[in-house]
């Protein structure tokens, strides 16, 4: 990684950029009260296979602020929170990834006033099997300009997000109780707003614990 916070607290990255790390550009894990704010995540390569895949990756974190914040040519997901809660993602502008924002696996966060556009899907909200949090929900997903996401799939095979179609707004797997409302989901070609159980992944379940279908989600005024 470019930058790797373990096992910390009361952390701020601000105002910097950062550019092609062989991993991800900036991670952080184990970490609480962590704030990422006014930075550019990118890979000089444009869009290519062999990028890191996230420019921003807190993951097992709690109390995540990530603020304007761009992110662009991530072979993955641009800003993605992972088996997180409490966090907020806002005023960010991804474009140009794979996934522009994706919360996975992750409790209370609120995603709002960004713009995610010319990525191969908008916004995903997704729960994974065979992870340490298992179970996501208490997502709201408001006030974002979710538009013209119709950039080529560029992810390895393998990953999950190789699995989103080329033109998503915004993608709900299996995760629970969601809120999507007060966006503007505009000029993505294939998907406005999806709902779809995980085994639209044609993937193999081996985690007891998991269930595949989204439930409670709440989608109205956008």
Same mark, same amino acid.
């Given at each position: 990684?470019? /930058?790797?916070?373990?096992?910390?607290?009361?952390?701020?990255?601000?105002?910097?950029? /950062?550019?092609?790390? %062989?991993?991800?550009?900036?991670?952080?894990?184990?970490?609480?009260?962590? /704030?990422?704010?006014?930075?550019?995540?990118?890979?000089?390569?444009?869009?290519?296979?062999?990028?890191?895949?996230?420019?921003?990756?807190?993951?097992?974190?709690?109390?995540?602020?990530?603020?304007?914040?761009?992110?662009?040519?991530?072979?993955?997901?641009?800003?993605?929170?992972?088996?997180?809660?409490?966090?907020?993602?806002?005023?960010?502008?991804?474009?140009?990834?794979?996934?522009?924002?994706?919360?996975?696996?992750?409790?209370?966060?609120?995603?709002?006033?960004?713009?995610?556009?010319?990525?191969?899907?908008?916004?995903?909200?997704?729960?994974?099997?065979?992870?340490?949090?298992?179970?996501?929900?208490?997502?709201?997903?408001?006030?974002?300009?979710?538009?013209?996401?119709?950039?080529?799939?560029?992810?390895?095979?393998?990953?999950?997000?190789?699995?989103?179609?080329?033109?998503?707004?915004?993608?709900?797997?299996?995760?629970?109780?969601?809120?999507?409302?007060?966006?503007? /989901?505009?000029?993505?070609?294939?998907?406005?707003?999806?709902? =779809?159980?995980?085994?639209?992944?044609?993937?193999? =379940? %081996?985690?007891?614990?998991?269930?595949?279908?989204?439930?409670?989600?709440?989608?109205?005024?956008?």
């Amino acid at each position: 990684e470019g /930058i790797n916070v373990t096992n910390c607290n009361n952390i701020t990255l601000d105002g910097f950029s /950062i550019q092609d790390a %062989k991993g991800d550009n900036i991670k952080l894990k184990h970490c609480e009260n962590a /704030i990422l704010k006014n930075l550019n995540s990118t890979w000089t390569t444009g869009a290519d296979s062999m990028n890191g895949n996230y420019g921003y990756y807190p993951v097992e974190c709690e109390n995540v602020l990530l603020e304007k914040c761009e992110v662009s040519y991530c072979a993955d997901a641009g800003v993605y929170v992972g088996q997180s809660k409490n966090v907020i993602v806002r005023n960010c502008y991804a474009h140009h990834n794979v996934a522009g924002i994706e919360i996975e696996n992750s409790l209370m966060a609120d995603v709002y006033n960004n713009e995610s556009t010319e990525n191969t899907g908008g916004v995903l909200v997704f729960d994974l099997p065979d992870l340490v949090q298992k179970k996501g929900g208490n997502v709201r997903v408001y006030n974002n300009n979710i538009h013209h996401n119709n950039f080529p799939n560029f992810a390895p095979k393998g990953n999950i997000v190789a699995n989103v179609p080329q033109g998503t707004g915004v993608m709900i797997l299996a995760t629970n109780h969601v809120e999507i409302f007060n966006n503007k /989901i505009i000029s993505n070609n294939s998907i406005g707003t999806s709902i =779809i159980s995980y085994f639209m992944t044609e993937n193999k =379940i %081996k985690d007891k614990d998991y269930y595949p279908y989204p439930t409670g989600i709440y989608i109205h005024d956008n």
